[in-house]
């Protein structure tokens, strides 16, 4: 079984920085589509952004694109999401998420594999 365990959350104020990383465990994760999700208080969890096998394409959601930068180091078995010029609604929980192949990749349901979330908190 596959394990998933994130890293780097925690208080910025808005117009700050944080890097989250997500490390994978229990099996090789190279042929996965990994993404990162979100959820705010009272909302549904999202879509943020994800990355294909070897890194060759990424997607971003409309609200973090050209703020965020997703990444994978397979050697390491990790993904990282790079969040630059966070704002107060960033504030959420973030999910790392692994899904097998080239799925589409907004569909929450499609992941195999959750990691249990870092809490993202940006004040203003």
């Known amino acids: 079984q596959g394990q998933l365990v994130e890293s780097g959350g925690g208080l910025v104020q808005a117009g700050g920085s944080l890097r989250l990383s997500c490390v994978c465990s229990g099996r090789t994760f190279t042929n996965y589509t990994m993404a990162w999700f979100r959820q705010a208080p009272g909302k549904e969890r999202e879509f943020a952004s994800a990355i294909r096998r070897s890194g060759l394409k990424t997607y971003y959601s409309d609200s973090v694109n050209g703020r965020f930068s997703i990444s994978r180091d397979d050697a390491k078995n990790s993904v990282f999401l790079q969040m630059n010029s966070l704002k107060p609604e960033d504030t959420a929980v973030y999910y790392c998420?692994?899904?097998?192949?080239?799925?589409?990749?907004?569909?929450?349901?499609?992941?195999?594999?959750w990691g249990r979330g870092t809490q993202v908190t940006v004040s203003s």
């Open positions: 998420a692994a899904g097998w192949g080239d799925i589409a990749y907004k569909y929450s349901a499609l992941y195999d594999y």
